[in-house]
């Protein structure tokens, strides 16, 4: 019993080393430009029957309390004009005279500085206006006053905190050209010698462009690895960051590695502990339990629809986790009766036949259907053969650039 009463006492002890790093929050950049005010305007763009489970009025509130607590005028009108909302001058006029105020106090502190103080309070100063440009969501000026603040800045450390600064400018509106140009100068600076943290800031950040740009394969390679060592709060919650791990995972990589990463996965299986959704949905697929995994498609789907990085994916997502259950039946049998499918996926026969006949005329699936006998054939591809085809296309497509070229070059 003394033992066993020793052994509790330091597993008791041990208890919040095993919880996830959400107490590391603090320690993260600060939330500027706050992105989850650009995800609360984005629900407030969908078409209510999208979003039946969201309350509107309650979304509005909360974006308009956000916007009130740092007097975001310039925010504020460009909300206004995209949901065709009706200006409240009163609070944008009261907006405004704050903004030009604490602007007034920002100059002031930067003419103060290059007269009287060194070069790096100068810099301290135009970055702090800068700062406050960004949080009330005026973006040009903004972006202005951050690149006459990494002009000023010495420090590699501090360059690449202001490149942080513009990349979630460009996520906060959606500007993907500010994303791409900033994350390859980020990574042009990593390669200087960036310290570990920014590293692996960097590997979210470039995750983050990736997923919304389709190319999932990339953000699961970059979220993967830096899984373990998050701190990017600025950007999302761990939790949040953990759901967007499994679902870019579940579309790109083989079950061997989904096991090892996500499904056994100490870190990720610590955050789905409470987040049943993606949990169930994960273990659905990975234990063959296709009726239900396709009742959680349905689900995460819903959930696909009001994020505003995968809004735009959602068809393409459904679709190649569907053809990725198929096949994965599909492997394990030479044969299948589309009675068996229908009961295996819970849909009717009617329905898994159009699915399947589609997705082969796609070439996505790997089969034949004997419509007269109900049966379902693999066909094992020969991967030579492929190999040879895909060689003979690209030749050709390399052969037509060189001779457009040639044609340039000539004249």
Same mark, same amino acid.
């Given at each position: 019993?003394?033992?066993?009463?020793?052994?509790?006492?330091?597993?008791?002890?041990?208890?919040?080393?095993?919880?996830?790093?959400?107490?590391?929050?603090?320690?993260?950049?600060?939330?500027?430009?706050?992105?989850?005010?650009?995800?609360?305007?984005?629900?407030?763009? /969908?078409? %209510? *029957?999208?979003?039946? @489970?969201?309350?509107? !009025?309650?979304? =509005?509130?909360?974006?308009?309390?956000?916007?009130?607590?740092?007097?975001?005028?310039?925010?504020?009108?460009?909300?206004?004009?995209?949901?065709?909302?009706?200006?409240?001058?009163?609070?944008?006029?009261?907006?405004?005279?704050?903004?030009?105020?604490?602007?007034?106090?920002?100059?002031?502190?930067?003419?103060?500085?290059?007269?009287?103080?060194?070069?790096?309070?100068?810099?301290?100063?135009? /970055?702090? %206006? *800068?700062?406050?440009? @960004?949080?009330?969501? !005026?973006?040009? =000026?903004?972006?202005?006053?951050?690149?006459?603040?990494?002009?000023?800045?010495?420090?590699?450390?501090?360059?690449?905190?202001?490149?942080?600064?513009?990349?979630?400018?460009?996520?906060?509106?959606?500007?993907?050209?500010?994303?791409?140009?900033?994350?390859?100068?980020?990574?042009?600076?990593?390669?200087?010698?960036?310290?570990?943290?920014?590293?692996?800031?960097?590997?979210?950040?470039?995750?983050?462009?990736?997923?919304?740009?389709?190319?999932?394969?990339?953000?699961?390679?970059?979220?993967?690895?830096?899984?373990?060592?998050?701190?990017?709060?600025?950007?999302?919650?761990?939790?949040?960051?953990?759901?967007?791990?499994?679902?870019?995972?579940?579309?790109?990589?083989?079950?061997?590695?989904?096991?090892?990463?996500?499904?056994?996965?100490?870190?990720?299986?610590?955050?789905?502990?409470?987040?049943?959704?993606?949990?169930?949905?994960?273990?659905?697929?990975?234990?063959?339990?296709?009726?239900?995994?396709?009742?959680?498609?349905?689900?995460?789907?819903?959930?696909?629809?009001?994020?505003?990085?995968?809004?735009?994916?959602?068809?393409?997502?459904?679709?190649?986790?569907?053809?990725?259950?198929?096949?994965?039946?599909?492997?394990?049998?030479?044969?299948?009766?589309?009675?068996?499918?229908?009961?295996?996926?819970?849909?009717?026969?009617?329905?898994?036949?159009?699915?399947?006949?589609?997705?082969?005329?796609?070439?996505?699936?790997?089969?034949?259907?004997?419509?007269?006998?109900?049966?379902?054939?693999?066909?094992?591809?020969?991967?030579?053969?492929?190999?040879?085809?895909?060689?003979?296309?690209?030749?050709?497509?390399?052969?037509?650039?060189?001779?457009?070229?040639?044609?340039?070059?000539?004249?």
């Amino acid at each position: 019993k003394l033992q066993t009463k020793i052994f509790s006492e330091r597993c008791r002890h041990l208890l919040p080393l095993a919880m996830p790093v959400e107490n590391l929050e603090e320690e993260g950049l600060p939330k500027n430009p706050n992105l989850a005010l650009s995800q609360l305007k984005f629900l407030l763009t /969908l078409p %209510k *029957a999208s979003i039946p @489970a969201v309350d509107i !009025e309650d979304v =509005r509130k909360q974006l308009m309390d956000g916007i009130r607590e740092k007097d975001m005028a310039p925010y504020y009108e460009e909300v206004c004009a995209e949901l065709k909302w009706d200006v409240d001058s009163d609070l944008l006029s009261t907006m405004r005279e704050n903004n030009e105020k604490k602007v007034k106090e920002l100059d002031d502190a930067i003419e103060d500085a290059e007269q009287n103080l060194g070069e790096i309070d100068v810099r301290d100063a135009v /970055l702090a %206006k *800068a700062e406050y440009l @960004a949080s009330i969501g !005026e973006k040009e =000026r903004a972006i202005t006053g951050f690149r006459l603040a990494y002009d000023r800045s010495v420090t590699l450390g501090s360059r690449l905190d202001i490149v942080f600064y513009t990349i979630r400018i460009g996520m906060f509106f959606a500007d993907n050209d500010i994303m791409v140009r900033n994350i390859e100068k980020a990574k042009s600076l990593i390669e200087e010698g960036g310290d570990w943290d920014r590293r692996n800031r960097l590997k979210v950040y470039e995750g983050i462009y990736a997923m919304s740009t389709r190319s999932f394969k990339q953000a699961t390679n970059l979220f993967l690895e830096a899984v373990a060592t998050f701190t990017s709060y600025e950007l999302m919650t761990y939790q949040q960051f953990v759901r967007y791990t499994v679902l870019c995972a579940m579309l790109t990589v083989e079950r061997p590695t989904l096991k090892e990463k996500c499904v056994t996965g100490a870190e990720v299986q610590e955050v789905l502990h409470s987040d049943p959704l993606m949990r169930n949905y994960l273990n659905a697929l990975y234990k063959c339990e296709y009726s239900e995994f396709f009742r959680l498609l349905a689900e995460v789907e819903a959930m696909i629809t009001q994020d505003r990085w995968l809004h735009v994916h959602q068809n393409y997502i459904v679709r190649e986790m569907r053809v990725l259950a198929y096949n994965q039946l599909l492997e394990s049998y030479h044969a299948l009766t589309l009675d068996y499918m229908a009961n295996a996926f819970g849909v009717s026969i009617d329905f898994i036949d159009r699915e399947l006949a589609r997705f082969i005329a796609a070439k996505k699936l790997n089969c034949k259907i004997d419509k007269v006998s109900g049966i379902v054939e693999t066909t094992r591809p020969d991967k030579r053969n492929h190999q040879y085809q895909s060689v003979i296309k690209h030749g050709d497509m390399l052969l037509q650039r060189v001779q457009k070229l040639s044609r340039i070059i000539d004249i």
